[in-house]
Each structure stands twice: as C-alpha cells, then as structure tokens.
C-alpha cells in the first residue's frame, strides 16, 4: 500500500447506497407473501359458484310453477349446507320491453359476501 | 518492477463483481416469488372444472326433455352419474386421461329435518386427506322421486372432488 489516499471513499458511499437498495427491495419481498395470501382468500372466499347456482335454481322455480314447498328447501338447505341466508320471491307478470316478464328478487348473505338482484324472468 | 499499487483496484474489482451477481440474482429470483397465492390456483381450477361439469350435466339435450343429472338423481342411477361426471372431467384432448375421482352426496329437506344421503360413495383412492373442493348443484325433482317422495323438490347435490 504505498500511496493511499482518500478516492476510496466514494467506493464506500456507493457501497451503503447499494445496501440500502437491496434493503428496500428485501422489503418488498417480504410483503408479496402476505398479498398473496389475503388475495387467495379472497377469491377463495368469494361465493361465486355458490350464487350463481342459486340463480339458477330460482329461475327454475320461477318456471316450475313457483311452489312454496321448493321455495322452503332451497332457503333450508342453503342455510344449513352453505351457512347462507337466502331469501327470494317472484311478483305478478308485469309488461318490461314487450314481453310479460316477473320481477325475481333475490337477496344472498352468507356472513362474508352480500348479493342482492332483481331481475325480470 | 513489481509494485503493490494495483491491490485497491483489484479489491474494487471483486466487490463489484459480487455486487453485480447478487443484483443478477436479486432479479431473477423476484420474478418467480412462489406465494401462499399460487398454491391455491389449482383448488380454484379444480372447482371451476366441477361446476362446469355439473352445469353441463344439468343442461338438457333439448327443450322438454330432462337433464341427465335430473335423470340420474332421480332414477337414483349412482352408476351412470359417477360415469358421465368422470367422463366429462377427466377428458383431456389427447394423450391419457386425467386422474380425477369423486363422490357425491344429496342433502335434501324432510319436514323441519335436513337430511344427507350418500349418493356415490368414494373409491379406494380416498383417505380423508385428499385436497379436495366440493361443488353443488341445486336440482329439483318432481313429485315421484326417492327422497321423500310425494312432493316437487329441490334437493342440493354436492360433489367432492379430488386429484390422485
């Protein structure tokens, strides 16, 4: 080491200037885990199967003849196998576009999601 | 002359090569962070793929005529609806078929009682710690059918679905 001087100082502030970087970006990557994981719940959780099929079955009460027996199945069972309250009904035939048509409300609530429709059947 | 003047640079040197091999390797590895996200993708898949199946039971060859799964559950046809489910889910458009299995049951309203019966009844695959996804399907029957009988009803199919 015959002639040292200061010029190695800016190696030194580059070098802290770095590790700060690589802290950040340590940062960022500890937190991808956890947005992950709440992302997958959310989907997960999301009933989307669950309400589209109810739909469907009250169209197909609607069509049937709107029994009160199926009416009370469909409320029960939800209740007791997907933790849902639904509830659900169909008004008098009404002239929407042309075309006799029911109003179907439909309302879906299993503690997490909350879906409410009216919709001409 | 040899002298010893070059050793700082040569210092400098390998400190900027470690540098530039950790930023190489910082880079790559960020793109493929494998996270509590993605190990659920599959168990999404795999319920999409069952309800669709079941949709596609559900839907009737023509206006009038009753679905296969109407048919089945009310037939009480545990065979045919086992065959026609797996059939349609572990299809894949060439090469071998998939490797899914199945069972299924019924939940169904007597009175002021819910009751379950078991439609297909798990193969020898199933140990109880399969990662399984249950898909339903609302079906309603008419008055001669073998729950219960007497009444239109609407009986809740539910199908638990596993990889083996």
Redesign the interface.
Known sequence: ???MNED?QW?VLM?LL?ALG?FF?ALI?NQ??L???T??EG??EFPK??I???R??VF??VE?GR?E??Q???I??SL???NAVVSFSAGEQQGVSGRLLRPVIIHYNNGVTEYDETVYY | MV???G??YTM?GV?AGI?ML?TVY?VIS?TS?Y???????P??QL??LG?DVLAMM?TPNAKDLKSDLEVFVNTGNSTDFESTFLNYCNTRTSGATDELHMSANV???DGND?KERQFVAPDDSWTGRESAVR????V?LPSANPYGGV??????V?VLLWRA
């Open positions: 080491m015959a002639c190695g190696i070098g770095v690589l970006l990557i991808s885990a947005v992950g994981q992302t997958a989907v997960l199967n669950d589209r099929d109810l469907e079955a197909d009460y049937k029994l027996a199926v009370k199945d469909i029960a069972i007791e196998r997907k | 002298n010893d003047s050793q700082l400098e400190a540098i950790l910082i960020t962070i996270t509590a996200g993605d190990t659920h993708i168990d999404m319920e999409q309800s559900d939940t169904y309203r819910i898909v339903t399907r609302w309603q009444r239109v009803r609407a009986v809740l539910e």
